[in-house]
C-alpha cells in the first residue's frame, strides 16, 4: 500500500537553529517522485521540491536541503538556521507512476507543524 | 492571476444545503485536481480531470459530491445535502499534465475553499 508517514507532529525552534523534518514513505512501485510542500496560515499549498526515484542525490537550495535514502524509504528535509518566515505546516506527498492508470495524484503526509519562534 | 483561483473562499453552510465551489486552474494545465482538507490532516485525493474527462473519482466520499469541468479549464465542485462531517478545506490544484509520467509533474494548489457546515 502506498502511505506517506510524517511522526513529528509538532516542532518548535528558536530562529536560527536548525531542524530536521522527517518523512517516511511505502510504495510498491520503482518508479515514484516525491515531493515537500509548505502550507501557510493562509491555505495555499507551495511547491518546495520534486525528486524522482532514480536520482538519490541529495539537493541544496538556500537555507533549504533535502536527503533522499532509498534504503530508509525516507525523504528528510532539513532547514538551516530557521526563521520566523519558516513556521507553517509541512507536507510530505508521494506520486507513483502507475502505467495507464496513472494520473500523478498525490498521497500526502498528515503533516508537521514548525514553529520558529524569535 | 498566474495561479490557481478559488472561489468562495470561506463558506458557511446549514445542514442539508447544496454548495458549490469553483476553481480557475493555471491558464493552460491540463490536468486538474480536487482534494480535501480536514483540520489537522493532510490534503486527501476526491478527483482527477485531464481536461473535461474525468478520469479519476475515487476519493468522493459519497455519491452527494460531483464534479465537473465541461470546457476543460474551469471546474465546479458541488456538495448536495452537505453534512457536517464535509467541513474542511477544498483544495483544487492544476498541472501542464504534458509529460506521459504524469507523477512526475508538478502540481500547484489554489488557497482553497473553507466550508463549514452548521
Known amino acids: 500500500a502506498q502511505k506517506v508517514t510524517q511522526a513529528q507532529t509538532e516542532i518548535s525552534v528558536v530562529e536560527k537553529e536548525d531542524v530536521t523534518l522527517d518523512c517516511v514513505y511505502e510504495t510498491r512501485d520503482t518508479t515514484y517522485y516525491l515531493f515537500w510542500y509548505k502550507q501557510p496560515p493562509s491555505g495555499e499549498l507551495v511547491f518546495l521540491i520534486r525528486?524522482?526515484?532514480?536520482?538519490?542525490q541529495n539537493e541544496i537550495s538556500g537555507r533549504y536541503s533535502w536527503n533522499f535514502q532509498k534504503s530508509t524509504s525516507s525523504f528528510n528535509f532539513t532547514i538551516t538556521a530557521s526563521q520566523v518566515v519558516d513556521s507553517a505546516v509541512y507536507f510530505c506527498a508521494l506520486s507513483e507512476a502507475r502505467g495507464s492508470s496513472n494520473t500523478g495524484k498525490l498521497i500526502f503526509g498528515q503533516g508537521t507543524t514548525l514553529q520558529v519562534k524569535p | 492571476g498566474a495561479g490557481v483561483s478559488q472561489s468562495p473562499r470561506y463558506k458557511v453552510a446549514k445542514r442539508g444545503q447544496d454548495v458549490a465551489l469553483r476553481c480557475d486552474p493555471i491558464?493552460?494545465?491540463?490536468?486538474l485536481f480536487w482534494y480535501q482538507q480536514a483540520l489537522g490532516q493532510g490534503p486527501e485525493f476526491l478527483t482527477y480531470f485531464q481536461n473535461e474527462a474525468q478520469l479519476d473519482k475515487s476519493g468522493l466520499p459519497s455519491d452527494r459530491f460531483f464534479a465537473e469541468r465541461p470546457e476543460g479549464s474551469v471546474s465546479t465542485l458541488k456538495i448536495q445535502r452537505t453534512q457536517q462531517e464535509d467541513s474542511a478545506v477544498y483544495l483544487c490544484a492544476s498541472s501542464l499534465g504534458l509529460r506521459q509520467d504524469l507523477s512526475g509533474n508538478t502540481i500547484y494548489f489554489g488557497e482553497g475553499s473553507w466550508l463549514t457546515v452548521v
Open positions: 491558464s493552460g494545465h491540463v490536468s
Open positions: 525528486r524522482n526515484s532514480f536520482d538519490e
